[in-house]
């Protein structure tokens, strides 16, 4: 194979977007010695990072287990601020990155791949661009995000509206002032969550329009202290590889008793204790809040008891509680200040789960045949994720097969990596792994590991194709689906499940059985000669392992 050409026509591996999967992508292939094009259709690195500059935006993993675990180097010399992440400080860290393991030069910005179809004879890729580029390359791999795709519903009247409009997922980069403005926030999932406390405070007024009621739980962020961080580098290295056997790639201390098994004490003392603590840790109150609808509502009402007692306005707070479906089998929403943004004289909460949003018009919107006026509406309307980035490319396997039509009814991956029919196609936290339901930083990693020595295995080996045997594939999406099911997630309408956009089948899109016990499965997959796989060495068929 050849080594690395910034602009040839014909390379090892091309890589479809340059967030945190690409960006490790490229270093680890470039570093195997395989030729990489990585094209990417925003204006610089960093993915999710780079297009969600919205006021308030922030991870809700700790920041020294959101970053890479690759370089030894690079986790020692990296100093977080704040325990959670403000999204400036991760955009830094993925510039960082891409600095210094001088990854630009093979990094093509502003260019989207419109088309990549295999072409059966020569045993390649063709992969094309929106700017008329066509390379051929031996492998694709789609690094192209879970949440990468805004998306907006198709309200009447959108075109008319005569004020601005911004996305949360698409924000400006020289950001908005609000000033004086009346600004109209559509939607109150995570993104909304973590914007309306701070657009409350730039804009002269801000009516939130709220279907859903979403649980959320605070952040308690705060700044990193250096004794802090030395607990974590000095033992970094043991820490990571216990983050890579939890359940979710964090590490978080899980209380091993069940909700029902202990006095109503003891829950408010426990919940009490993990609400002051801040993020998501909280889920670990207790081992059965996911699969046991009645421990569940233990953790749901406590939290309902937070909002009402936060939110002065009693009806606004009931609006603002979540009732129809368990806690956590949405993503869980981790916040600073939202309910308490409610008691602001400037803020207003609009309910539309029975009275949607009739139309918008050139002032404003109307509900329920009320007007409301604004200068400018904030979508936060999430994203249409896990399968809708890639159905924008128009990706066609063997045959002619396009990947859109073979997921009609849902996504059909073997491990979440690869899809029958696509050879040499590759996905980075597809559906079917564990991807949106974990640490996303440890899954990339554990997704980018497993491919790229899976092409050094056919390199060693000679071999030309890989794709998954029939069976595999249909094995593990039914095993994806019964390991789902056993939990409480199916009961919620969530973009796990596609609910959020019209038409999508509703399927439980990622893997929930955990991250570590993914990481297992993969390793055991490999270490069975690539049990479930079928590769082609050209002239010899290679039987494939079941
Ligand atoms: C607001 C928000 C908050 C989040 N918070 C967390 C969190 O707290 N914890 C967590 O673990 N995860 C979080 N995530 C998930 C986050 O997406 C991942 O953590 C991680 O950044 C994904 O990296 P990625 O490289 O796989 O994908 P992305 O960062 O989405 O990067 C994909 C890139 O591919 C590019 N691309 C897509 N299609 C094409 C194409 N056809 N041609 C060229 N380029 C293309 C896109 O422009 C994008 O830059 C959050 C996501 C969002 C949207």
């Given at each position: 194979m050849s080594i690395n050409q910034g602009t040839?026509?014909?390379v090892d591996a091309v890589i479809v977007g340059a967030g945190f999967s690409g960006l490790y992508l490229l270093h680890r292939l470039r570093g195997?010695?395989?030729s990489t094009r990585v094209f990417e259709a925003g204006g610089d690195v960093g993915g999710t990072w780079y297009w969600n500059r919205y006021p308030g935006c922030r991870c809700d993993v700790e920041s020294l287990q959101y970053s890479y675990s690759f370089s030894e180097e690079l986790q020692q010399e990296r100093n977080?601020?704040?325990?959670?992440?403000?999204?400036?400080?991760?955009?830094?860290?993925?510039?960082?990155?891409?600095?210094r393991f001088d990854l630009r030069r093979d990094i093509q910005f502003e260019t989207t791949v419109t088309r990549a179809h295999f072409d059966a004879a020569r045993r390649r890729w063709s992969v094309e661009t929106d700017t008329g580029e066509n390379i051929a390359a031996r492998f694709l791999i789609m690094a192209t995000g879970c949440i990468s795709t805004a998306q907006i519903p198709d309200f009447d009247g959108l075109s008319d509206f005569a004020g601005e409009t911004y996305h949360t997922g698409n924000w400006p980069h020289e950001g908005v002032d609000f000033t004086g403005r009346r600004i109209a926030v559509i939607g109150t999932g995570s993104s909304g969550i973590q914007a309306i406390p701070v657009l409350a405070t730039q804009a002269e007024h801000v009516t939130v329009f709220q279907r859903t009621p979403n649980y959320s739980l605070p952040c308690q962020n705060g700044p990193i202290t250096d004794e802090y961080a030395r607990s974590w580098k000095d033992n970094y290295a043991a820490l990571r590889e216990e983050q890579r056997h939890t359940a979710k790639g964090n590490i978080r201390e899980l209380n091993n008793e069940s909700a029902l098994a202990v006095t109503q004490e003891r829950r408010a003392e426990m919940y009490q204790k993990r609400w002051a603590i801040g993020g998501a840790g909280f889920l670990s109150s207790f081992n059965d809040l996911l699969v046991d609808r009645a421990a569940n509502e233990t953790a749901a009402e406590f939290v309902r008891t937070q909002i009402r007692s936060i939110v002065r306005h009693p009806a606004t707070a009931e609006l603002l509680v979540a009732k129809d479906y368990p806690i956590g089998t949405k993503r869980i929403c981790i916040d600073s200040g939202y309910f308490e943004t409610f008691n602001r004289d400037n803020v207003a909460l609009v309910d539309v789960a029975d009275t949607p949003i009739e139309r918008i018009t050139p002032g404003g919107l109307v509900v329920d045949g009320r007007s409301f006026e604004f200068d400018a509406i904030v979508f936060a309307t999430g994203f249409d994720a896990m399968t809708g980035t890639l159905f924008k490319v128009d990706i066609q396997g063997r045959g002619g097969a396009t990947l859109r039509d073979k997921w009609a009814a849902g996504p059909r991956t073997y491990l979440g990596l690869m899809t029958r029919d696509f050879p040499n196609l590759f996905m980075i936290t597809g559906p079917g792994s564990p991807s949106v339901l974990s640490n996303m930083m440890v899954s990339i990693e554990q997704h980018v590991d497993w491919v790229t020595e899976s092409?050094?295995?056919?390199?060693?080996?000679?071999?030309?194709?890989?794709?998954?045997?029939?069976?595999?594939?249909?094995?593990?999406?039914?095993h994806v689906n019964v390991v789902a099911h056993k939990t409480l997630f199916p009961l919620a309408a969530s973009w796990y499940m596609g609910a959020n956009?019209?038409?999508?089948?509703?399927?439980f899109m990622p893997y929930i059985g955990g991250v570590g016990t993914y990481r297992s499965i993969c390793e055991a997959v490999v270490a069975d000669g690539y049990r479930g796989f079928a590769f082609d060495a050209g002239a010899a068929r290679v039987a494939a392992a079941e």
């Open positions: 040839a026509s014909t195997l010695g395989f977080w601020p704040e325990r959670f992440s403000a999204q400036p400080d991760i955009l830094k860290y993925a510039n960082h990155v891409a600095d092409l050094v295995h056919m390199r060693a080996e000679n071999l030309e194709l890989m794709e998954p045997t029939l069976k595999a594939e249909d094995d593990w999406v039914e956009i019209p038409g999508k089948p509703r399927i």
